[in-house]
């Protein structure tokens, strides 16, 4: 019984629910970008040819406030944790074609569901179907918000509420991990009050200063002495990264 109900990786209703909500996400960054004064084919472009939903917004909210040139470095800093996000699922992209199409429909979304799935063959599935699910929703959310977003009063709806929620979501994890902890504080302790005293989009910028804060902590988790391999060390971390299955 349970085994037949485990012969598909990820269904189609669970697909059609993660292109839905996408969809639903992506139509307020849609209307967010036209309120912030950009052309209606921006939010679907990036959302097609970027995909990362917390970057893109990110690049919109800091390019209109301040420079493009200012917001890339930043949009591109959100996006590497796509890189442990690829070694992890080195054996899930497959090869040839594919392999590039699954490289580029990787997400959170997609990720989260093939880490889940511990046969290869099974999470190149779920990588797949999810990631093509979040690849249709959230560019046609982004058409249809900045479609609709042309005629609403932004700050009536709360749209202008996006941005600063974005940055708040990227960073309430990282207050989870002792380590990094230090540097999210201080990090809020210089970016609030540069909010009210710098130009409007300069405020998360000038959190950056903590940047060298949280590298030094974040080296101590992979500086761990060799007399503590055994005992003292973090679980996955000593031991070649046990916890990276589950």
Same mark, same amino acid.
């Given at each position: 019984?349970?085994?037949?109900?485990?012969?598909?990786?990820?269904?189609?209703?669970?697909?059609?629910?993660?292109?839905?909500?996408?969809? /639903?996400?992506?139509?307020?960054?849609?209307?967010?970008?036209?309120? +912030? !004064?950009?052309?209606?084919?921006?939010?679907?472009? *990036? &959302?097609?040819?970027?995909?990362?939903?917390?970057?893109?917004?990110?690049?919109?909210?800091? @390019?209109?406030?301040?420079?493009?040139?200012?917001?890339?470095? =930043?949009?591109?800093?959100?996006?590497?944790?796509?890189?442990?996000? &690829?070694?992890?699922?080195?054996? %899930? *992209?497959?090869?040839? =074609?594919?392999?590039?199409?699954? +490289?580029?429909?990787?997400?959170?979304?997609?990720? =989260?569901?093939?880490?889940?799935?511990?046969?290869?063959?099974?999470?190149?599935? +779920?990588?797949?179907?999810?990631?093509?699910?979040? /690849?249709? !929703?959230?560019?046609?959310?982004?058409?249809?918000?900045?479609? *609709?977003?042309?005629?609403?009063?932004?700050?009536?709806?709360?749209?202008? %509420?996006?941005?600063?929620?974005?940055?708040?979501?990227?960073?309430?994890? @990282?207050?989870?991990?002792?380590?990094?902890?230090? %540097?999210?504080?201080?990090?809020?302790?210089?970016?609030?009050? @540069? %909010?009210? /005293?710098?130009?409007? &989009? *300069?405020?998360?910028?000038? &959190?950056?200063?903590?940047?060298? /804060?949280?590298?030094?902590?974040?080296?101590?988790?992979?500086?761990?002495?060799?007399?503590?391999?055994?005992?003292?060390?973090?679980?996955?971390?000593?031991?070649?990264?046990?916890?990276?299955?589950?």
């Amino acid at each position: 019984m349970r085994s037949s109900q485990r012969t598909e990786a990820v269904s189609l209703r669970t697909v059609v629910m993660i292109t839905v909500a996408m969809a /639903l996400v992506g139509i307020a960054y849609g209307a967010m970008s036209v309120g +912030a !004064g950009l052309p209606v084919w921006v939010a679907p472009l *990036l &959302g097609v040819i970027v995909l990362a939903g917390s970057s893109e917004m990110l690049y919109v909210g800091l @390019a209109t406030a301040t420079s493009p040139w200012v917001a890339l470095p =930043a949009a591109l800093l959100v996006n590497v944790r796509h890189v442990p996000y &690829g070694m992890a699922l080195r054996t %899930a *992209l497959g090869r040839g =074609a594919a392999r590039a199409y699954r +490289a580029h429909v990787m997400n959170d979304e997609s990720v =989260a569901f093939a880490l889940a799935e511990r046969d290869p063959q099974r999470a190149r599935v +779920a990588l797949t179907r999810i990631g093509t699910g979040v /690849l249709i !929703g959230w560019p046609s959310g982004a058409l249809a918000g900045s479609l *609709l977003g042309r005629g609403i009063d932004q700050n009536t709806f709360g749209l202008d %509420a996006i941005f600063p929620a974005v940055i708040l979501a990227l960073v309430l994890p @990282a207050l989870k991990r002792a380590r990094l902890c230090p %540097a999210v504080v201080a990090a809020a302790a210089v970016s609030v009050p @540069a %909010a009210l /005293l710098l130009p409007q &989009g *300069l405020g998360p910028l000038a &959190g950056v200063l903590a940047l060298p /804060l949280a590298l030094w902590r974040s080296r101590e988790v992979f500086d761990v002495p060799q007399e503590h391999a055994g005992a003292g060390a973090e679980p996955g971390i000593a031991h070649g990264g046990e916890d990276d299955d589950e």
